[in-house]
């Protein structure tokens, strides 16, 4: 295995926000730029000099931002931020916000200076400059300030929502970082079973949170947030940590079956490109003692994307811990053939969007068949995910597809409710 690579970029959401008293001073006039600040709670007041008298220009609350001048580069403060009361903020430093636009997308990153620069433009425009400008005996606003401010007021309308959403973000970025120090992160397992006896195989291990308010949080709300945060390689390894630890209860639920009943992880993509991933899978498999074959490890087609010969070389590296690979949801990206055939997969999860059609299309049935065919010449075991009925069964085991995911098998349980589905289920197709 090669040394391992510095690691991305990651944020530390403990310590972004900051609490003010009231009368603080955040930053002085003339001092040099170093962060942005958002406004979580409390009130600040920008002000400037002017003649030698400190000139209240603006006072902020809630979600609003200051100090954005130094998102664009380096350079001196041109006003003072007070906390009027004690006040709250988040800080975005600008060397983590390049790093992340980094990562993002080119145009992102322009977008955002661009959007930083009109606001400022619009902010040396709002009502409050001008009016401090005509004391200062400044020029009166003319028919076109009135309507470039028109303007900017549609165009703060837009930010304004874009901000609420990166603030939610940013608070739940927050929240996640925390949940994984308080271990509020655990699996649910689905079954998948064998077509048509229905014979139980394995689980897929799906994250929960359970959030001391909300209670359960569905990962579609958070794995996307985890995953521009990089929080998520932290959720994916304590969920093969626990994979591990219950895989041996689930197998004495088993009992002597012939066969192991395997755990499916999932794995990311966004650190796919990073090949020290599969030390930390490899430590954790040797630090809880499982047995890698009772292991699969699920990877999408976007992880391999990226760096494909990177990928290549993990997953290779991956199948040398022990586990077995599937290639999940497989018909909603590019869906490309030869990835079969280049990597070192073991099974094929075909999504659930595909599985649908099949009920509903004729053509869907011809596509489906042909993947299947192709996709056993190469080996592999195919899974069809998100069955909800006998008659997808049906369909689907006659075209060929060995095993089966969906809520016409189970929904995903808590822990404890699959080993009683073991029990049943072994009870009932052996
Ligand atoms: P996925 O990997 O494709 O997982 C299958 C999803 O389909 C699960 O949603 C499951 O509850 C749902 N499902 C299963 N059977 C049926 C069915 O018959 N009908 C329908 N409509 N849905 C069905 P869930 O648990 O909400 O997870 C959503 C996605 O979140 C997962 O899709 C996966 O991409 C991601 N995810 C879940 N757990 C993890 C994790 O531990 N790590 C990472 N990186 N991603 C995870
Ligand atoms: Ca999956
Ligand atoms: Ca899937």
Redesign the pocket.
């Known amino acids: 295995m090669q040394p391992a690579k510095k690691p991305e970029p990651k944020l530390d959401f403990h310590h972004i926000r900051t609490l003010y008293k009231k009368g603080a001073v955040i930053f002085h006039e003339e001092d040099s730029r170093d962060n942005a600040y958002i406004i979580e709670h409390g009130a600040v007041e920008i002000s400037t000099t002017r003649k030698g008298k400190q000139v209240p220009l603006v006072r902020l609350g809630a979600g609003e931002v200051f100090g954005e001048t130094a998102l664009l580069g380096a350079g001196k403060r041109t006003a003072t931020a007070v906390a009027l009361e004690d006040t709250e903020v988040f800080t975005i430093a600008p060397a983590l916000l390049h790093d992340r636009i980094m990562h993002l997308d080119p145009l992102v990153g322009l977008l955002l200076t661009l959007l930083v620069n009109r606001y400022r433009q619009w902010r040396y425009r709002s009502p409050d400059q001008a009016a401090t400008d005509s004391e200062a005996g400044g020029p009166p606003l003319t028919g076109e300030d009135m309507e470039s401010i028109e303007k900017a007021d549609t165009f703060l309308r837009d930010l304004n929502i874009q901000k609420e959403v990166a603030l939610n973000e940013l608070r739940l970025a927050q929240e996640i970082t925390r949940a994984i120090d308080e271990d509020q ?1 655990g ?2 397992l ?1 079954p998948i079973v064998s077509l048509p006896e229905r014979k139980l195989m394995g689980f ?5 949170w359970n959030h001391p308010k909300r209670g359960l949080v ?3 709300e958070f ?1 996307p947030v ?2 521009r945060t990089h929080a ?1 390689r932290d ?2 390894m304590s ?1 093969l940590r626990s994979a591990c630890k219950l895989i041996p209860q689930l197998q004495k639920a088993a009992g002597n079956i012939g066969r192991k009943l395997y755990v499916s ?4 993509g966004v650190y796919f490109g990073n090949d020290d991933i599969v030390a930390d899978i490899a430590a954790i498999v040797k630090k809880t003692g499982v047995d890698p074959a009772h292991l699969v490890f ?1 990877i ?1 087609e976007t992880a391999l994307m990226g760096d494909p010969a990177m990928a290549e070389k993990i997953l290779l590296e991956l199948k040398k811990v022990g586990g077995r690979i599937a290639l ?2 497989f018909g909603t990206g590019y869906s490309s053939l030869s990835y079969l055939h280049r990597y070192a997969f073991d099974i094929l ?1 075909i ?2 969007t595909f599985v649908h059609d099949v009920g509903h299309n004729r053509k869907s049935v011809d596509i489906v068949r042909a993947i299947v065919a192709l996709a056993k010449n190469f080996h592999l075991q195919i899974v069809g ?4 009925s006998e008659s997808e069964i049906n369909l689907l085991s006659g075209i060929g597809c060995d095993y089966g ?4 098998f189970s ?2 349980l808590p822990p404890e409710k699959a080993l009683e589905y073991i029990r049943d289920s072994i009870k009932k197709y052996g």
């Open positions: 992160f699996p649910w689905q897929e291990a799906l994250v929960r569905s990962p579609a794995i985890a995953e998520v959720i994916d969920m992880v999932n794995l990311s699920e999408t999940d949801d999860k999504d659930r995910e998100g069955i909800e995911q969906g809520y016409c929904r995903p």
